[in-house]
């Protein structure tokens, strides 16, 4: 079974420019969670998704950030413009069941984004 | 304001020694907390939870307290190896009603020979 996928891996882009990374969950899992974690911090939670409806957007920054799910498969986030702190690496993971908190999340490999 | 704290600087035992992590957290009343493994250029994976009215929780050599009169939850691997290398992560789960995680910033662990 494939674990979470996400892509790119590694994106560089100038401030002000656009990005948009992708989130592929594990087939199945309802809900689907962002995270970014930047230099020298924790990782925060952006959003969470079931299927295709935002439960909780609580974590994300600002309205340069844009998170979607269409169909309830696969999310993007985009960012724009960019800003040089947004540097950081943002981690997508899903889960089966609903309340991740009392069951485990799955994570990807996560995208380093840099801004210059 | 609430703060998880792990043990910044790496933490360096012998090879078959018991490694002890530790996570304090502040202003916080956690329903359930986890332990993650990151390795570098990875994303966490999951290890263990335990909900707040359990003591203890075991997996194979890893072994978790969560003490919430103290706000402390430890992390023990016992028989350490090279391979459990890596930096580990301790999450808090705010309540019953979110499925937020809120992750402390972790702490690596060097197994030596």
């Known amino acids: 079974e494939a674990g979470v996928t996400q892509f790119p891996s590694h994106s560089v882009i100038e401030k002000g420019q656009t990005v948009t990374l992708r989130c592929d969950p594990i087939s199945g899992h309802d809900n689907l969670y962002w995270y970014r974690r930047v230099m020298g911090k924790e990782i925060k939670f952006l959003l969470h998704?079931?299927?295709?409806?935002?439960?909780?957007e609580s974590g994300m920054p600002n309205n340069r950030f844009l998170a979607e799910r269409t169909g309830g498969t696969y999310s993007t986030l985009k960012v724009q413009p960019a800003e040089l702190e947004d540097s950081g690496v943002y981690f997508c993971?899903?889960?089966?069941?609903?309340?991740?908190?009392?069951?485990?999340?799955?994570f990807g490999q996560g995208t380093r984004l840099t801004v210059v | 304001s609430q703060k998880i704290e792990q043990n910044s600087e790496a933490l360096n035992i012998q090879e078959g020694k018991t490694a002890t992590l530790t996570c304090n957290y502040t202003?916080?009343?956690?329903?359930?907390l986890q332990w993650y493994r990151q390795d570098p250029g990875r994303g966490p994976v999951f290890l263990l939870l335990?909900?707040?009215?359990?003591k203890e929780k075991r997996k194979e050599r890893l072994k978790v307290t969560f003490d919430t009169t103290l706000k402390q939850s430890l992390f023990h691997i016992t028989a350490s190896q090279p391979a459990d290398s890596a930096t580990y992560l301790c999450?808090?789960?705010?309540?019953?009603?979110?499925?937020?995680?809120?992750f402390g910033t972790g702490t690596r662990l060097q197994v030596f020979p």
């Open positions: 335990i909900r707040e009215n359990e």
């Open positions: 993971a899903s889960s089966q069941v609903p309340r991740v908190v009392n069951t485990e999340a799955f």
């Open positions: 202003n916080y009343s956690p329903a359930y």
């Open positions: 999450a808090l789960a705010g309540s019953y009603n979110t499925d937020k995680l809120i």
């Open positions: 998704f079931v299927k295709e409806s935002k439960q909780d």
